[in-house]
Nanobody, 125 residues
C-alpha cells in the first residue's frame, strides 16, 4: 500500500486549499481513510476520516464546518477541502489508511497502518 499526498502550500487566513492523496497497491473498498496533521512542536492529531465504502465521515471539532473529506472511488483518491483557513491550521498534513475499524476508532492515530509522506500547509495572518 502506498499513499501520495499533495496540494499543500502557503495561503492567507480565510483562504482555501484542497489536499489530495492518491492510494495504490490494493483495492480499498472496505478500508478507512483519514487525514491527520502535525503542527510544529506538537503531536500529530486527527482531522477527518471517511469510510471508503458508504462514505461515512467524521471530523475533529477544530475543523468541523470548514473542512470536507471526500473520495473518488475509481481514481483511488481522497481529498481534503479546507476552507476558512486559520493560522492554527498550519501543519504538515498526512493521509493514512487501514482496513475497516470500529467507528469510534476512526479518530485514533494508532488505528492506521499506512501513512503518506505529508504535505505542508502554511496559513499566514
Amino acid at each position: 500500500v502506498q499513499l501520495q499526498a499533495s496540494g499543500g502550500g502557503l495561503v492567507q487566513a480565510g483562504g482555501s486549499l484542497r489536499l489530495s492523496c492518491v492510494a495504490s497497491g490494493r483495492t480499498f473498498r472496505d478500508w478507512d481513510m483519514a487525514w491527520f496533521r502535525q503542527a510544529p512542536g506538537k503531536e500529530r492529531e486527527f482531522a477527518a476520516a471517511i469510510r471508503w465504502s458508504g462514505g461515512t465521515t467524521v471530523y475533529a471539532d477544530s475543523v468541523k464546518g470548514r473542512f470536507t473529506i471526500s473520495r473518488d472511488g475509481p481514481k483511488n483518491i481522497i481529498y481534503l477541502q479546507m476552507n476558512s483557513l486559520k493560522p492554527d491550521d498550519t501543519a504538515v498534513y498526512y493521509c493514512a489508511t487501514t482496513p475497516r475499524v470500529a467507528y469510534s476508532a476512526l479518530v485514533a492515530l494508532s488505528s492506521y497502518d499506512y501513512w503518506g509522506q505529508g504535505t505542508l500547509v502554511t496559513v499566514s495572518c
